[in-house]
């Protein structure tokens, strides 16, 4: 293990040395707002973005989470690297069957044949942390089974502290570094993430939010079968929420889809003020339940809390945008 951490540290070390001298390099004697200045930043931004793209495959993991926060952040950051990035959003690879045993073995001392009716080793999607398979309790039930990767825990406090160096170097070497305001949140969603306890939590929390609202569902938790690095929920069959094509193929009304979307999300911020934190295509499907349409809310490790005092500002933000007060536009963005 030590070995991967000086290696992914040096990998890493190596890229970011290249970037902090391309720009250096590229830009010297020039001030923004020179001639050819923004050209020349946009060139250096897509070869530093192209240099992270490559160590985030190399190092995998942690480095593909963080690559996927940067490519999330699209209106805040350089369109450069957001969309290099991007291509990171539904690429991880899996790890072998023989992992996710061991992974069962580490935490449960069984294998997962000795648990579940049927278990596919191949599985259904992968993520930076972990990976998900088809199963069937024991009672017939389908289920979806979250297993974290087999040392990731420990992988991701050497990459934390590799991420965190180099960040905090380049924001000294840069004073207009752009990533640097990132890393604190970085760390703490890495953290809770790895505890699927607290998603599982989140999950039960979220299902009661929306006890009541048939247009909202929440997969349940099979406790029996999850633990710290095990998750096993409900399986769920719907239609990614951005399959515009499969949803009019099967007569949805997009307008619908969007507005239960958008009243899903809303209820989150101006009711319960607790936010669902990752709500990528990929975590959010659309299905029918007695002829209604219905969203379903998948991967529930990252929630945010949106205290009282900001949800009545963002309130009233929003009220000055649409009566066009711009006084109290200028008020309550800040």
């Not at 050819?36 to 060139?43: A, H, I, M, R, V």
């Not at 633990?227 to 399959?243: C, R, V, W, Y």
């Amino acid at each position: 293990m030590m070995v991967q951490h000086v290696r992914r540290f040096l990998r890493s070390a190596r890229v970011a040395t290249q970037v902090a001298f391309d720009y250096k390099y590229t830009l010297r004697g020039l001030e923004e707002g020179d001639p050819g200045w923004y050209e020349l930043l946009s060139e250096v931004h897509l070869r530093a973005a192209q240099h992270m793209l490559t160590v985030c495959l190399a190092n995998r993991g942690t480095y593909v989470k963080a690559a996927q926060q940067i490519a999330s952040l699209n209106h805040i950051l350089p369109h450069e690297f957001t969309e290099t990035l991007s291509v990171l959003q539904d690429k991880a690879e899996p790890v072998d069957f023989s992992k996710v045993v061991e992974t069962f073995m580490t935490q449960f001392g069984k294998h997962p044949l000795d648990f579940f009716a049927s278990f596919e080793q191949t599985p259904i999607a992968a993520a930076s942390i972990a990976q998900v398979h088809r199963a069937v309790l024991p009672d017939g039930t389908e289920c979806a089974v979250k297993v974290q990767y087999p040392e990731i825990s420990d992988m991701v406090k050497g990459d934390l502290f590799t991420i965190a160096f180099l960040t905090r170097t380049l924001a000294w070497a840069f004073p207009k570094f752009e990533f640097a305001w990132i890393l604190p949140e970085f760390e703490r969603a890495m953290n809770m993430e790895l505890n699927f306890y607290c998603e599982a939590e989140n999950a039960e929390k979220a299902e009661k939010c929306f006890a009541g609202d048939h247009t909202v569902y929440i997969p349940k938790v099979f406790h029996k079968y999850s633990a710290e690095k095990i998750l096993t929920m409900e399986f769920i069959h719907g239609i990614k929420i951005n399959d515009v094509a499969t949803l009019e193929a099967q007569g949805y009304n997009l307008a619908e889809v969007s507005d239960l979307f958008l009243r899903c999300f809303s209820t989150q911020i101006f009711v319960h003020g607790w936010i669902h934190s990752d709500p990528h295509p990929g975590n959010l499907l659309v299905r029918r339940v007695r002829n209604r349409t219905q969203i379903v809310v998948l991967d529930h490790g990252l929630y945010e809390s949106f205290p009282d005092k900001e949800r009545v500002w963002y309130c009233k933000l929003w009220r000055a945008i649409v009566l066009r007060y711009i006084e109290d536009i200028d008020k309550y963005g800040k």
